[in-house]
């Protein structure tokens, strides 16, 4: 029964990893259309607002359905059943209380906060945003009781269907706004009323699978309040933030840069722009990190401390392979990124503007990707406050540099910002795996030797290309389209290809890949034709 259980859970949790995977290629990729439809302005004023409907999405996603789950499991392991009274009124009742205080607070400061940004035309946003948090006691206690009762699909379609909502609605928002000649402030507010539709979404489709499901049963217990509110309040929030790495950068961003630029020396229409340009890099940085990362996110669920204690070796195994295919992919990701990257600007953001800066900014792709599966693995392993304390030191750290270096180097300053507090992140996140798991031994396991001549004969490649694309002399964004996509994916291929050959992975964890016999058949050579023959 344990082991049906285990088996459910590790499928479960690699469900809600390809929605995971899913849900961030869509939240990445509508932002490109976005600030192609409204521009930088339109993009900035739509930054500002993100960072709070971002929050109510990983507390509606991860937080609290996390705790409630941990509540859930713990209740049944007391012999306890799910009673709509004993467990689902008081836990809807506490997070009613945590987030109608949150929409309280953001509804009335909503004025004060909007001037702490440096621009009070965000304040009717922002107030349209603390209405989100209303939903959030609804679908996180949906999610978190089926996630309890081992069921992972509906918090899966939901946050597939979520997505989908929000992202049909800003997109059409964005259009009639650009069509009408509406106040460009209005995707602010469009944004929230999206993230609404999205939440009401995914009640929905939670709802439906409950009236499927004898999700709930009769009980009664004490009601355990302390216990309940703890766990929430506790759990709920740590785990929030350990999915919050790139949201807190931005929340750094919307109350600093704007100010820092105009110390700078810019008015303040310059400044909302220059941002507006700053933010294009968000999309790249989070498609490359779901890159760098999904595929080790992937084998997550196989690390446990249980696990760890009753088979270390396939355990460290899952782990070390994990971190490799993390730091091969990411390192590939963000080189390829670095050489192509005034091209991918031109034709995702329609001009080259801020491209040195956004440059800089890449190498976060790296540092983030590292961060997140590092901090994966020790949440895995229990280690959740830590990991959560390290997200706080790197948001502290960003705003702290994006106060010292923006007025004096503009957006290129607070680009430096980031890769300095995302490498500290990554470091301290490095450094407890290492104290945690002491016979990883994960830098030893790198092939250095295959690693840099795989990124060189990309590097070569990708500006070969680069030099006989240039003759062409294509100026439509269809075409450097066509180039972009047209070199990105065979210089990934190259790379990859110069990986396998050069032995850089072991053949067990090129059958974790999909098409493994192929990559095996390449990882041999020309041993396998001559054992054929």
């Keep these: 029964m344990a082991s049906n259980e285990s088996n459910k859970l590790v499928r479960g949790a690699l469900l809600l990893t390809l929605a995971g995977f899913v849900s961030k290629l869509l939240s990445a990729g509508y932002r490109i259309p976005l600030q192609n439809l409204t521009g930088d302005l339109g993009f ?9 409907l971002g929050m109510v999405l990983v507390l509606s996603l991860y937080g609290f359905p996390s705790a409630i ?14 009673s709509f009274t004993r467990f689902f009124v008081p836990v809807f009742t506490i997070l009613l209380t945590i987030n109608g205080a949150i929409f309280l607070f953001l509804l009335s400061t909503a004025g004060e906060i909007a001037n702490w940004m440096g621009n009070p035309k965000l304040q009717q946003a922002l107030q349209f945003a603390a209405f989100a948090f209303l939903l959030i006691p609804f679908s996180s206690l949906l999610r978190g009781a089926f996630q309890g009762s081992y069921q992972m699909k509906p918090t899966a379609l939901s946050q597939i269907g979520e ?72 759990f709920g929030i ?69 696990k760890l204690q009753s088979n270390p070796q396939q355990s460290y195994h899952y782990i070390r392979s994990g971190l490799i295919f993390s730091f091969y992919l990411a390192v590939g990701a963000t080189v390829g990124l670095l050489v192509i990257f005034p091209e991918v600007n031109t034709v995702l953001f329609e001009n080259d503007l801020g491209t040195t800066s956004l ?15 590092a ?40 680009a430096i910002a980031t890769v ?34 795989a990124s060189c004969v990309m ?15 294509i100026n439509s964004r269809l075409g450097l389209l066509a180039y972009v996509i047209g070199v990105a994916v065979t210089g990934a291929v190259v790379y990859m290809v110069l990986l396998v050959k050069k032995r850089a992975f072991s053949e067990e964890e090129l059958m974790m890949l999909p098409f493994s016999s192929f990559f095996i058949w390449l990882h041999r050579g020309r041993n396998s034709l001559e054992s054929k023959n």
Aim: glycine residues 6%.
């Design 69 to 82: 789950s941990k509540i859930a499991v713990d209740l049944k392991s007391e012999g306890r059943q799910l």
């Design 375 to 414: 901090s994966s693995i020790l949440q895995g392993l229990g280690y959740i406050k830590r990991t959560a304390a390290f997200i706080l030191i790197a948001f502290f750290i960003k705003w702290t540099l994006n106060q010292l270096f923006v007025p004096l180097w503009s957006i290129t300053g607070s």
């Design 163 to 234: 997505q989908f909502i929000r992202v049909f609605i800003i997109i059409l928002a964005a259009v009639l706004i650009v069509i009408n000649g509406r106040d460009i402030y209005e995707i602010g507010q469009a944004a929230a009323i999206a993230s609404i539709a999205g939440g009401i979404m995914a009640i929905i489709v939670l709802g439906m699978f409950l009236f499927k499901q004898r999700l709930i049963q009769p009980d009664l217990f004490t009601i355990p309040w302390g216990y309940y509110l703890k766990t929430l309040l506790i």
């Design 459 to 473: 590097v070569v490649y990708l500006y070969l290309i680069h030099y006989v694309f240039v003759f062409f002399d």
């Design 44 to 52: 900035y004023i739509y930054q500002q607002i993100y960072p709070f």
């Design 420 to 453: 300095i507090s995302l490498l500290v992140l990554c470091g301290l996140v490095i450094i407890e795996l290492r104290k945690k798991l002491p016979d990883l031994n994960f830098w030893q396991t790198i092939n250095w030797h295959a690693l840099l001549i």
């Design 359 to 373: 440059r800089i900014l890449s190498i976060a792709v790296f540092l983030c990707s590292l961060a997140i599966t």
């Design 238 to 306: 740590i785990a929030a933030l350990n999915h919050m790495v790139l949201i807190v950068i931005q929340f750094a961003d919307a109350f600093t840069l704007v100010p820092g630029l105009k110390d700078f020396g810019i008015s303040q229409i310059e400044a909302m722009e220059l941002k507006g340009v700053f933010d294009r890099g968000q999309p790249l940085i989070q498609l490359g990190t779901v890159i760098g990362s999904s595929f080790a996110l992937a084998l997550i669920p196989s690390i446990s401390k249980q």
